[in-house]
T-cell receptor, first 113, second 115 residues
Framework: NAGVTQTPKFQVLKTGQSMTLQCAQDMNHNSMYWYRQDPGMGLRLIYYSASEGTTDKGEVPNGYNVSRLNKREFSLRLESAAPSQTSVYFC????????????FGNGTRLTVT | AQSVTQLDSQVPVFEEAPVELRCNYSSSVSVYLFWYVQYPNQGLQLLLKYLSGSTLVKGINGFEAEFNKSQTSFHLRKPSVHISDTAEYFCAVIPQGGGGFKTIFGAGTRLFVKA
């Protein structure tokens, strides 16, 4: 029972480099999310996809793009990484109901030097 | 708008002692309430949730929480903690009718269980 799978687990980038964080879920969930977690800041929503074919900005979308590739997969792209994007990134998914809890992956720890 | 306040950033406790992690929320509409746990180097996982009905809800690993509407609180309790309960705990709310993207998280409480 994999749940939500994120790759890679760790990544180090130099300022200006680009990368894509991958996320896949096997729970047939409609909604998927990208969060970042920083010390003292809690969890902040970057982008979400309420259903296949739609994406919307969250609280902190600047510097990021997303793609909902299909129902299972939701990727996050950093086009030109900055040190301020050093963080732990979590992908999550949830079912259809408005009270459905979030199911999280194990995170990607990204360092931008 | 909603907000969630976790009143303690860190809670140290000895093994087998009881623990309470406090959570208060503010909202102009009714909310659904959740507690998540994050073990080191892992993602968050659902501990328990209150959607409606009985105000005392039981979750995994012996945790329970009580919804108090008049005090807008949803405190998490465990009567006897284990070393393995050492983790960060997050309280969260979703406004009714809102959907997952409207989840508001508290800042987290680090529970440290000492032998």
């Amino acid at each position: 029972n994999a749940g939500v799978t994120q790759t890679p687990k760790f990544q180090v980038l130099k300022t200006g480099q680009s990368m894509t964080l991958q996320c896949a879920q096997d729970m047939n969930h409609n909604s998927m999310y990208w969060y970042r977690q920083d010390p003292g800041m809690g969890l902040r929503l970057i982008y979400y996809s309420a259903s296949e074919g739609t994406t919307d900005k969250g609280e902190v979308p600047n510097g990021y793009n997303v793609s909902r590739l299909n129902k299972r997969e939701f990727s996050l792209r950093l086009e030109s990484a900055a040190p301020s994007q050093t963080s732990v990134y979590f992908c999550a998914s949830s079912g259809t109901g408005t009270n459905s809890p979030l199911h999280f992956g194990n995170g990607t720890r990204l360092t931008v030097t | 708008a909603q907000s969630v306040t976790q009143l303690d950033s860190q809670v140290p406790v000895f093994e087998e002692a009881p623990v309470e992690l406090r959570c208060n929320y503010s909202s102009s509409v009714s909310v659904y309430l959740f507690w998540y746990v994050q073990y080191p180097n892992q993602g968050l996982q659902l501990l328990l949730k209150y959607l409606s009905g009985s105000t005392l809800v039981k979750g995994i690993n012996g945790f329970e929480a009580e919804f108090n509407k008049s005090q807008t609180s949803f405190h998490l309790r465990k009567p006897s903690v284990h070393i393995s309960d050492t983790a960060e705990y997050f309280c969260a709310v979703i406004p009714q009718g809102g959907g997952g993207f409207k989840t508001i998280f508290g800042a987290g409480t680090r529970l440290f269980v000492k032998a």
